[in-house]
């Protein structure tokens, strides 16, 4: 596959139309209504975060716009296209991609059948060389297990999947949970790389240091539904408010 020009230090591969917009969003998990309502908007290549404490409905937010939930009904529009009735082979085909907090590595499956197991379901996917540029530690891994490398390196395969597949909105659950402070730097600035080439990204986090380090704008989310949202800029003038919401 052929890549755009890019400027340098950027990653050829994202998106060109417009965001997300999710508006009065409910789910379900078979008789648990868990989503009240969810309504926010995701700009072409920002990071944006969500916020909550455990329990709040941050992953399945996720989880809904992927459409890898049970029942969900409202709106959720990706480059201006409804996506709420269509089944998540689709929702990935419209360039859409799920990194979930378990990382989803076969065991049974190399780093490399891993990496290439996901289809390209879109132009724009990253090629191996890009993307053992952004995870040098992959390309010295290809021969290994799956889930022989650390937690880290799964983390990172994760990505990459997402990123060969043409993904250009990413959907990042908790991917700093348990990782080492090194590896969580390289990974933020993965996360920043990507962002520069117009990805977008939202991010659930508990690693709030890391997640201000990124985001445009913070989601707060509360029994299912968003009660709050800063800009980055403004998350200063707010952090009584914000450690009040999160118990900290």
């Given at each position: 596959?052929?890549?755009?020009?890019?400027?340098p230090?950027?990653?050829?591969?994202?998106?060109?139309?417009?965001?997300?917009?999710?508006?009065?969003?409910?789910?379900?998990?078979?008789e648990?209504?868990?989503?009240?309502?969810?309504?926010?908007?995701?700009?072409?290549?920002?990071?944006?975060?969500?916020?909550?404490?455990?329990?709040?409905?941050?992953?399945?937010?996720?989880?809904?716009?992927?459409?890898?939930?049970?029942?969900?009904?409202?709106?959720?529009?990706?480059?201006?296209?409804?996506?709420?009735?269509?089944?998540?082979?689709?929702i990935?085909?419209?360039?859409?991609?799920?990194?979930?907090?378990?990382?989803?590595?076969?065991?049974?499956?190399?780093?490399?059948?891993?990496?290439?197991?996901?289809?390209?379901?879109?132009?724009?996917g990253?090629?191996?060389?890009?993307i053992?540029?952004?995870?040098?530690?992959?390309?010295?891994?290809l021969?290994?297990?799956?889930?022989?490398?650390?937690?880290?390196?799964?983390?990172?395969?994760?990505?990459?999947?997402?990123?060969?597949?043409?993904?250009?909105?990413?959907?990042?659950?908790?991917?700093?949970?348990?990782?080492?402070?090194?590896?969580?730097?390289?990974?933020?600035?993965?996360?920043?790389?990507l962002?520069?080439?117009?990805?977008?990204?939202?991010?659930?986090?508990?690693?709030?240091?890391?997640?201000?380090?990124?985001?445009?704008?913070?989601?707060?989310?509360?029994q299912?539904?968003?009660?709050?949202?800063?800009?980055?800029?403004?998350?200063?003038?707010?952090?009584?408010?914000?450690?009040?919401?999160?118990?900290?």
């Amino acid at each position: 596959m052929v890549e755009a020009a890019a400027a340098p230090g950027a990653v050829a591969g994202a998106g060109t139309a417009a965001g997300l917009a999710v508006a009065d969003l409910h789910a379900w998990y078979g008789e648990s209504h868990v989503l009240h309502g969810m309504a926010f908007t995701v700009p072409k290549g920002e990071v944006v975060t969500l916020l909550g404490r455990n329990g709040a409905g941050k992953t399945t937010t996720l989880r809904a716009i992927m459409g890898v939930i049970g029942k969900r009904k409202g709106s959720v529009r990706f480059e201006g296209q409804e996506t709420i009735r269509m089944p998540s082979r689709l929702i990935a085909r419209a360039g859409i991609g799920y990194c979930p907090e378990e990382r989803g590595i076969f065991a049974s499956l190399s780093v490399e059948e891993n990496l290439m197991l996901p289809p390209v379901v879109r132009p724009g996917g990253l090629s191996r060389e890009t993307i053992f540029e952004l995870f040098p530690n992959l390309k010295e891994r290809l021969s290994s297990g799956g889930t022989k490398m650390s937690g880290g390196e799964q983390q990172m395969l994760a990505i990459a999947r997402i990123l060969r597949s043409g993904a250009s909105l990413l959907l990042l659950d908790e991917p700093t949970e348990g990782l080492a402070p090194v590896i969580v730097q390289q990974i933020g600035r993965t996360i920043a790389r990507l962002k520069a080439s117009g990805y977008t990204v939202i991010l659930v986090e508990q690693n709030f240091r890391f997640a201000a380090t990124l985001a445009d704008r913070h989601y707060v989310v509360e029994q299912g539904r968003v009660v709050d949202s800063f800009l980055n800029a403004e998350l200063d003038a707010n952090m009584d408010k914000l450690h009040a919401y999160l118990g900290v």
